[in-house]
């Protein structure tokens, strides 16, 4: 099959705005296997770090939120961070950034942002690049009052997890206020109302008018994958609604031709019903790999996982059949890549929202580092912004349609 031509190495080819530093080496303790159907064959192959302390636009951001880990807010300008989605473009990547420091409340001078940046496993640093772009809403296609007169986007507005781009250029925003699928272009102006799912409304939605929540707060489209026909959207859900087992987690199939939601792809079983999902991406029509994570950070980190889902429910038990792929908490560093040769590397934070696929048997995956407050790596240092690259023995099967569309515009060497 044809599969996706991208390089072991993202090589550093341009001059970023801002430069990271070299990463130090890290060996934590290796966690039990995480249950599941198979067996893992992982390596880590790469990985790649942006500083924790990396800044953007010189607008005042943190007035509200928490000082942690020896960092003390406001800050100066907008701190990069938040990372919740991931994007290949061209020979770099999109990220989107989050809500900003967690909540409506503290998050109203957090600047929503697509973020540019140029991952290089060959010398582990990231750089931010030029090229990414605000969320805005100049049009006035929100159905609420904004924070900001200009009307760029604030984490008081909107809570960005999730993102795909379309084949015309613009980008579908899976957030978790309403929760909600956006429509923007690719300047990441607002090209109409936000779209809902029949019946799931969180604390913190527009239109909740009195009524009782049906899913937490912040447990909205945490993960979205774009199918093979290259308009389908599967939207995923952090947490469970109300009225299904604890542990359920619904992906919805949503045809942005017509903007509507067209009913469940499938529900998800998680290994316990606390875990989270951090992010999600389609291998096929029916396959799709997902992150799953504890809700600790550190030694304390039980599961931080990759599974792969079928969708077909060969079994027939109600559930995506679904098998461990990767265990985050102790991938195999024959090579020493994470400074652990002959032993096992973590990825021990407590948001790990990213992923992505490079070929068939080469996955990339980030986390979200919660500037300043997630401290996973060390006790007490605010988390950097990291990524890892992991060979799998086994053949992903990305199916070439999707490989087509991935690749549209999106190249990586």
């Known amino acids: 099959m044809r599969r996706p031509t991208r390089r072991a190495a993202l090589t550093l080819t341009a001059a970023g705005l801002l430069t990271a530093v070299a990463v130090p080496a890290f060996a934590g303790p290796a966690s039990t296997v995480p249950q599941g159907n198979g067996h893992q064959q992982a390596q880590l192959v790469g990985r790649s770090v942006l500083p924790s302390a990396t800044f953007g636009e010189q607008v005042p951001s943190g007035a509200l939120a928490n000082s942690a880990n020896g960092v003390t807010t406001p800050f100066a300008a907008q701190p990069i961070q938040g990372f919740s989605g991931l994007l290949a473009d061209g020979e770099d990547w999109l990220v989107l950034e989050d809500n900003g420091f967690g909540t409506k409340a503290n998050s109203g001078d957090f600047l929503l942002r697509v973020v540019k940046l140029r991952i290089d496993t060959a010398t582990q640093q990231t750089t931010v690049l030029e090229g990414g772009f605000s969320l805005s809403d100049p049009d006035r296609k929100l159905p609420f009052p904004l924070t900001r007169s200009d009307r760029r986007l604030t984490g008081a507005d909107l809570d960005p997890e999730s993102f795909q781009r379309m084949p015309d250029g613009t980008f579908w925003i899976g957030e978790e206020f309403g929760p909600s699928l956006v429509h923007v272009d690719a300047q990441g102006r607002v090209l109409s109302a936000p779209v809902q799912p029949d019946g ?40 469970a609604v109300a009225g299904d087992d604890p542990a359920t987690r619904r992906i919805y199939s949503f045809d942005t031709n017509r903007g509507k939601y067209t009913g469940l792809k499938a529900k998800v079983k998680f290994e316990v019903p606390n875990n989270a999902l951090g992010d999600m991406v389609a291998l096929d029509q029916n396959r799709f790999l997902i992150l799953e994570r504890d809700n600790a950070q550190g030694p304390a980190s039980q599961l931080k996982a990759v599974y792969l889902i079928d969708t077909r429910d060969i079994d027939r038990d109600g559930y995506a059949d679904k098998r461990l792929i990767a265990n985050l908490m102790a991938i195999p560093d024959p090579q020493g890549v994470g400074g652990t040769a002959g032993g096992y590397f973590t990825f021990p934070f407590v948001t790990i929202e990213q992923i992505a696929v490079l070929d068939d048997h080469r996955i990339i995956v980030g986390n979200d580092n919660n500037y300043p407050g997630s401290a996973g790596r060390t006790a007490g240092v605010p988390d950097d912004n990291e990524y890892v690259v992991i060979q799998l023995d086994e053949d992903l099967q990305v199916d070439p349609a999707l490989a087509s569309i991935t690749a549209r515009g999106s190249r990586t060497r």
């Open 200 to 239: 799931v409304r969180s604390p913190d939605a527009w239109n909740l008018n009195g009524a009782a929540p049906t899913i937490g707060s912040s447990k909205g489209f945490e993960g979205m994958a774009l199918g093979v026909d290259g308009h389908t959207l599967y939207p995923m859900l952090e947490g």
